[in-house]
């Protein structure tokens, strides 16, 4: 085990440069902080400090030693009003896991009942749906949501509803939304630069399937994990894309785009999974109830 004591003493002759220097700030012999330095190169192996002039100077295993102390004593600084502020100011907090590929436009909107709760901590973790079912069973988040339930599997103890079904709509930037490409929807994105979700992703092989049944073969230019990251390069001029229409009231927050097609035909499924533990959260409960009740469950 470190002792972080001996490391304390190391940092402080290195921040001041020399024993002596240290031996003053702490108030205590220059003897009994060499000894204590000294317990500590034993410890970790190696040199930490070598003479210079009349004071001190780092070896390369010091360089190292004293960077991670300096990040280890600067949070111990702050552990002190961090603590005070959590015992005065209670925090709502609320993590939340995101599968890769779902519209982020889409989980803003379904968030939203929550996002005005007074001291709230929001947490958002993007990724694979088992990585953030293996964070969910540990109690590292409160909900994930994904688009597709949770696998069957009684060792997780999970629970799993679908929140919604989303019509998926067409969008693009000015330059590529054309009343003569919405007359000719869905043909036109053989044309038009098109851009999609990657092939992992539920929505994607939704719509994979609805091309094939139309027999279409789309102008694919990009394919993104990220469906807020795809809806920038839209925004930009890159191509048109398919929205969730849960999302697409928030589609103001990205400048210059316009609706191209509605397209009742695809929907994007959302799930909301959760633990025993999130299924009591106060939080958790306003977003269910919100999802249930509007017009896309």
């Given at each position: 085990?470190?002792?972080?004591?001996?490391?304390?003493?190391?940092?402080?002759?290195?921040?001041?440069?020399?024993?002596?220097?240290?031996?003053?700030?702490?108030?205590?012999?220059?003897?009994?902080?060499?000894?204590?330095?000294?317990?500590?190169?034993?410890?970790?192996?190696?040199?930490?400090?070598?003479?210079?002039?009349?004071?001190?100077?780092?070896?390369?295993?010091?360089?190292?030693?004293?960077?991670?102390?300096?990040?280890?004593?600067?949070?111990?600084?702050a552990l002190p009003q961090e603590v005070r502020a959590a015992a005065t100011k209670p925090v709502m907090r609320l993590a939340v896991g995101l599968s890769d590929g779902i519209s982020k436009l889409a989980v803003h909107t379904l968030l939203g009942p929550v996002l005005h709760t007074p001291d709230l901590r929001l947490t958002c973790h993007e990724g694979e749906v088992q990585e953030l079912l293996g964070e969910l069973a540990q109690h590292?988040?409160?909900?994930?949501?994904?688009?597709?339930?949770?696998?069957?599997?009684?060792?997780?103890?999970?629970?799993?509803?679908?929140?919604?079904?989303?019509?998926?709509?067409?969008?693009?930037?000015?330059?590529?939304?054309?009343?003569?490409?919405?007359?000719?929807?869905p043909r036109c994105l053989e044309r038009l630069p098109v851009l999609l979700p990657t092939g992992h992703s539920v929505l994607r092989q939704t719509l994979d399937r609805w091309f094939n049944e139309q027999g279409l073969y789309p102008n694919v230019v990009g394919e993104f994990e990220d469906s807020a990251l795809m809806s920038v390069f839209a925004a930009r001029g890159l191509g048109v894309f398919p929205l969730s229409r849960l999302g697409g009231g928030d589609i103001g927050l990205l400048r210059g785009l316009r609706p191209l097609a509605r397209c009742d035909e695809v929907h994007e499924e959302i799930h909301a999974i959760r633990n025993r533990r999130g299924q009591h959260h106060p939080l958790v409960q306003a977003v269910l109830l919100h999802a249930k009740t509007s017009v896309f469950s």
């Amino acid at each position: 085990m470190l002792n972080y004591r001996h490391l304390y003493y190391f940092w402080m002759v290195a921040k001041e440069g020399g024993f002596s220097r240290a031996a003053e700030r702490l108030d205590m012999a220059i003897q009994t902080i060499s000894a204590q330095v000294r317990e500590l190169e034993k410890n970790l192996g190696h040199q930490l400090l070598k003479p210079a002039g009349r004071g001190v100077a780092l070896t390369e295993a010091g360089e190292a030693a004293f960077a991670r102390a300096e990040e280890i004593f600067q949070i111990g600084h702050a552990l002190p009003q961090e603590v005070r502020a959590a015992a005065t100011k209670p925090v709502m907090r609320l993590a939340v896991g995101l599968s890769d590929g779902i519209s982020k436009l889409a989980v803003h909107t379904l968030l939203g009942p929550v996002l005005h709760t007074p001291d709230l901590r929001l947490t958002c973790h993007e990724g694979e749906v088992q990585e953030l079912l293996g964070e969910l069973a540990q109690h590292h988040l409160d909900l994930v949501l994904a688009g597709q339930g949770a696998p069957a599997n009684p060792n997780l103890r999970l629970t799993s509803d679908r929140l919604v079904s989303s019509p998926v709509d067409w969008y693009g930037p000015a330059k590529w939304v054309r009343k003569s490409d919405a007359r000719d929807f869905p043909r036109c994105l053989e044309r038009l630069p098109v851009l999609l979700p990657t092939g992992h992703s539920v929505l994607r092989q939704t719509l994979d399937r609805w091309f094939n049944e139309q027999g279409l073969y789309p102008n694919v230019v990009g394919e993104f994990e990220d469906s807020a990251l795809m809806s920038v390069f839209a925004a930009r001029g890159l191509g048109v894309f398919p929205l969730s229409r849960l999302g697409g009231g928030d589609i103001g927050l990205l400048r210059g785009l316009r609706p191209l097609a509605r397209c009742d035909e695809v929907h994007e499924e959302i799930h909301a999974i959760r633990n025993r533990r999130g299924q009591h959260h106060p939080l958790v409960q306003a977003v269910l109830l919100h999802a249930k009740t509007s017009v896309f469950s």
